[in-house]
């Protein structure tokens, strides 16, 4: 307890001060706190519940154009921001900024919840690949479908409101990291609280068999529900943030890009390591270090390097980096080891 | 939402026209997905791609000069050797292995793809010029390019073949046998690794011949490659494995919806309906399953 005490304290003054430590990595940072809030929530579909969703990009670009939407609607007409391009029009008085994106984050945290509860019925009746396909479907479409409506940019996208004029020039940055990590220690506290009780074993249980499962008297449909309306919550919140940290929504390059964020957070919740607490913290951390550097020094192949990475990933190291821990240490997971079990394994192998 | 198409019987005629003609494009590309699925339980994401790349073969063909309908035949050849290139070096991992690792693989493939096809070729939308013509029907108020027959003919002769081919010859048995009973194949005798890498091979060739003809017919890009997944994707759900002219009529249905989308929603919403309607069909049939306590599996 008091190891996990202290390494929690250094893990939260890390995160607290590293925006002073590293100015320069602001929005990098902030980025990253995204993908892990990403990472960490996929691993509840995925990881713990074993539906492996293409789909909660949904819920991280609804929450992007619900929260840019709000921000804009409460002050000014929508239809005529989108149309003039925003800011040279109108501009937000600073007051007026902070209430917009605080209301905006609470309907683009709530809406995509709601949303899963009311499709989670239909699409969480299939199984395996059919789910991942129809997710992956639900995801494109609502690409595309936001493309053409006009009252959010349709295909020429979408400025969100500018930071207003306080507080100096690294005010910004700060604001959105603060903010971003804020989210992510929440998504934390609420993850880490879901998985020690007995929603996580139900989780399990219908991830190992969910027939079993229904068998033993657990209504497997409403904890699938409930587990994804979880995960919709934090992407939405996700998601409007990210769409205040870009300054600019597109339908399917920053919204709905399931070629990118979509396909992201799968892969860093199996390189972590897949039904794990820190697994996809760690993965998203890691992943997201080597594809700032890869964008950096080799721009234009990046997706080359991501293709190959998703294969390399998926066949040599599908257990993860958490996986393979628990291999190499499994007395610091708390599992027993039997020394002569063990080398009899090593042997017949 | 314009409701023209029903006031005017002959943009009717002329989107039936369309949409079936594109359909038995899609239905060939849809044969090759149910060849694979059927036969090594995977499901190919970068099916599409591999289309957009038949295409960019014909294409080549048509700026070197070359006629694009000989794409035809020179892109299934070589379109063989990458899919048996493909199988090789990526496939055969994950072929006995959970169907989401090869759902992710294969995507990992598709954005790989993609991107090298985009420095490769360039992401302009392209298409190769076959200089076929176009046939008016009823009083000039129907066009009909020659070129969309004459890739519709090339589909029919195609499929016609290859299940003339698996019927008769002994590889097809083979596949046939693979694809019922893997192990039992594996006794008598059949080299399943081989069965396996041909299948993709057959596959990938097919998916050549569609993107050539689709090259010629419409337009191709780098980035084109999903919705043509999807499409055969929904083709051999609704139609079920192994069920050719079952697919061959989902295929000319949807070709058909989605001329009629495009006219009633627009251009726009094309492909977003095409995705909707896959989303749409699997509800449907999940709730159809689950109404008899089955699910899809």
Not at chain 2, 198 to 226: D, E, K, Q, R, W
Request: one cysteine or more; aromatic letters at 14%; charged letters at 15%.
């Amino acid at each position: 307890m008091s190891k996990n005490a202290i390494l929690y304290a250094v893990i939260l003054i890390f995160g607290l001060s590293s925006p002073f430590i590293f100015p320069a990595f602001k929005v990098q940072l902030s980025i990253l706190c995204v993908l892990i809030i990403l990472a960490t929530t996929w691993n509840i579909q995925g990881g713990e519940m074993g539906y492996n969703t293409f789909g909660n990009i949904l819920f991280y670009g609804l929450g992007m154009y619900l929260c840019a939407s709000v921000q804009v609607g409460m002050f000014f007409p929508l239809a005529e921001w989108t149309e003039s391009g925003g800011e040279k029009t109108f501009v937000h008085t600073p007051s007026q900024f902070f209430q917009g994106m605080a209301v905006g984050l609470l309907v683009a945290a709530i809406i995509p919840t709601i949303v899963a509860g009311l499709i989670g019925y239909s699409i969480l009746g299939l199984r395996g690949h059919y789910f991942a396909i129809c997710t992956l479907g639900l995801g494109v479409a609502a690409g595309e479908i936001s493309g053409g409506i006009e009252i959010i940019g349709a295909g020429q996208g979408f400025t969100t409101p500018p930071f207003p004029n306080v507080g100096g020039l690294e005010a910004r940055g700060e604001f959105f990291y603060f903010l971003s990590f804020g989210a992510l220690v929440l998504t934390f506290i609420a993850v880490r609280a879901i998985y020690s009780t007995r929603f996580k074993l139900i989780l399990n249980a219908i991830r190992d068999n969910e027939d079993k499962a229904e068998a033993m008297g657990i209504e497997t449909m409403k904890y699938k529900i409930i587990g994804w309306m979880v995960s919709a919550f934090f992407c939405g919140l996700a998601g409007g943030i990210m769409g205040g940290l870009v300054g600019y929504i597109d339908s399917t390059d920053v919204a709905f890009d399931g070629r990118e964020m979509g396909v992201f957070m799968v892969l860093m919740a199996i390189l972590g390591g897949k039904g794990t607490l820190w697994g996809p913290i760690i993965g998203a951390t890691v992943f997201h270090i080597f594809k700032e550097g890869f964008w950096t020094f080799f721009l234009g192949w990046q997706y080359v390097a991501l293709g190959v990475l998703i294969v390399v990933i998926v066949i040599y190291f599908p257990e993860g980096i958490m996986g393979w821990l628990r291999e190499k240490y499994p007395e610091r997971f708390g599992e027993v080891v039997d020394e002569a079990d063990r080398k009899a394994q090593v042997e017949l192998k | 939402m314009d409701f023209m198409v029903f006031q005017y019987p002959m943009i009717t005629v002329q989107a039936c026209l369309d949409g079936l003609l594109l359909g038995i494009l899609f239905a060939l590309i849809a044969y090759g997905m149910a060849l694979q699925w059927g036969v090594m339980n995977i499901i190919n994401i970068a099916q599409g791609d591999l289309v957009i790349l038949g295409g960019y073969i014909a294409y080549f063909m048509y700026l070197y000069g070359i006629h694009p309908a000989w794409g035809v035949i020179v892109s299934p050849i070589i379109m063989y050797f990458i899919g048996v290139g493909i199988y090789k070096l990526v496939i055969n991992k994950v072929v006995d292995r959970d169907l989401f690792i090869s759902i992710l693989a294969t995507f990992g493939i598709s954005i790989l793809f993609m991107q090298l096809m985009n420095f490769a070729f360039g992401a302009d939308v392209v298409l190769a010029n076959s200089g076929y013509g176009t046939t008016m029907l009823f009083d000039n108020n129907v066009t009909l390019p020659n070129s969309k027959i004459f890739s519709a003919f090339v589909s029919i002769i195609f499929a016609i073949c290859l299940v003339i081919y698996m019927k008769k010859s002994k590889l097809g048995r083979a596949i046939r046998a693979t694809a019922q009973n893997a192990r039992a194949a594996k006794i008598l005798g059949v080299d399943t690794e081989k069965v396996y890498a041909a299948t993709f091979g057959i596959n990938a060739a097919l998916c050549g011949v569609a993107g050539a003809l689709i090259s010629i017919t419409f337009t191709i890009h780098p980035y084109m490659g999903l919705p043509y997944t999807i499409r055969s994707f929904m083709i051999v759900i609704v139609a079920g494995l192994g069920n050719l002219p079952g697919v061959a009529m989902s295929g000319m249905g949807l070709g058909v919806f989605e001329e009629f989308a495009d006219y009633i929603l627009g251009t726009e919403f094309r492909i977003g309906s095409v995705f909707l309607l896959l989303v749409l069909i699997l509800v449907y049939r999940r709730f159809k399953l689950s109404r008899k306590r089955e699910y899809l599996k």
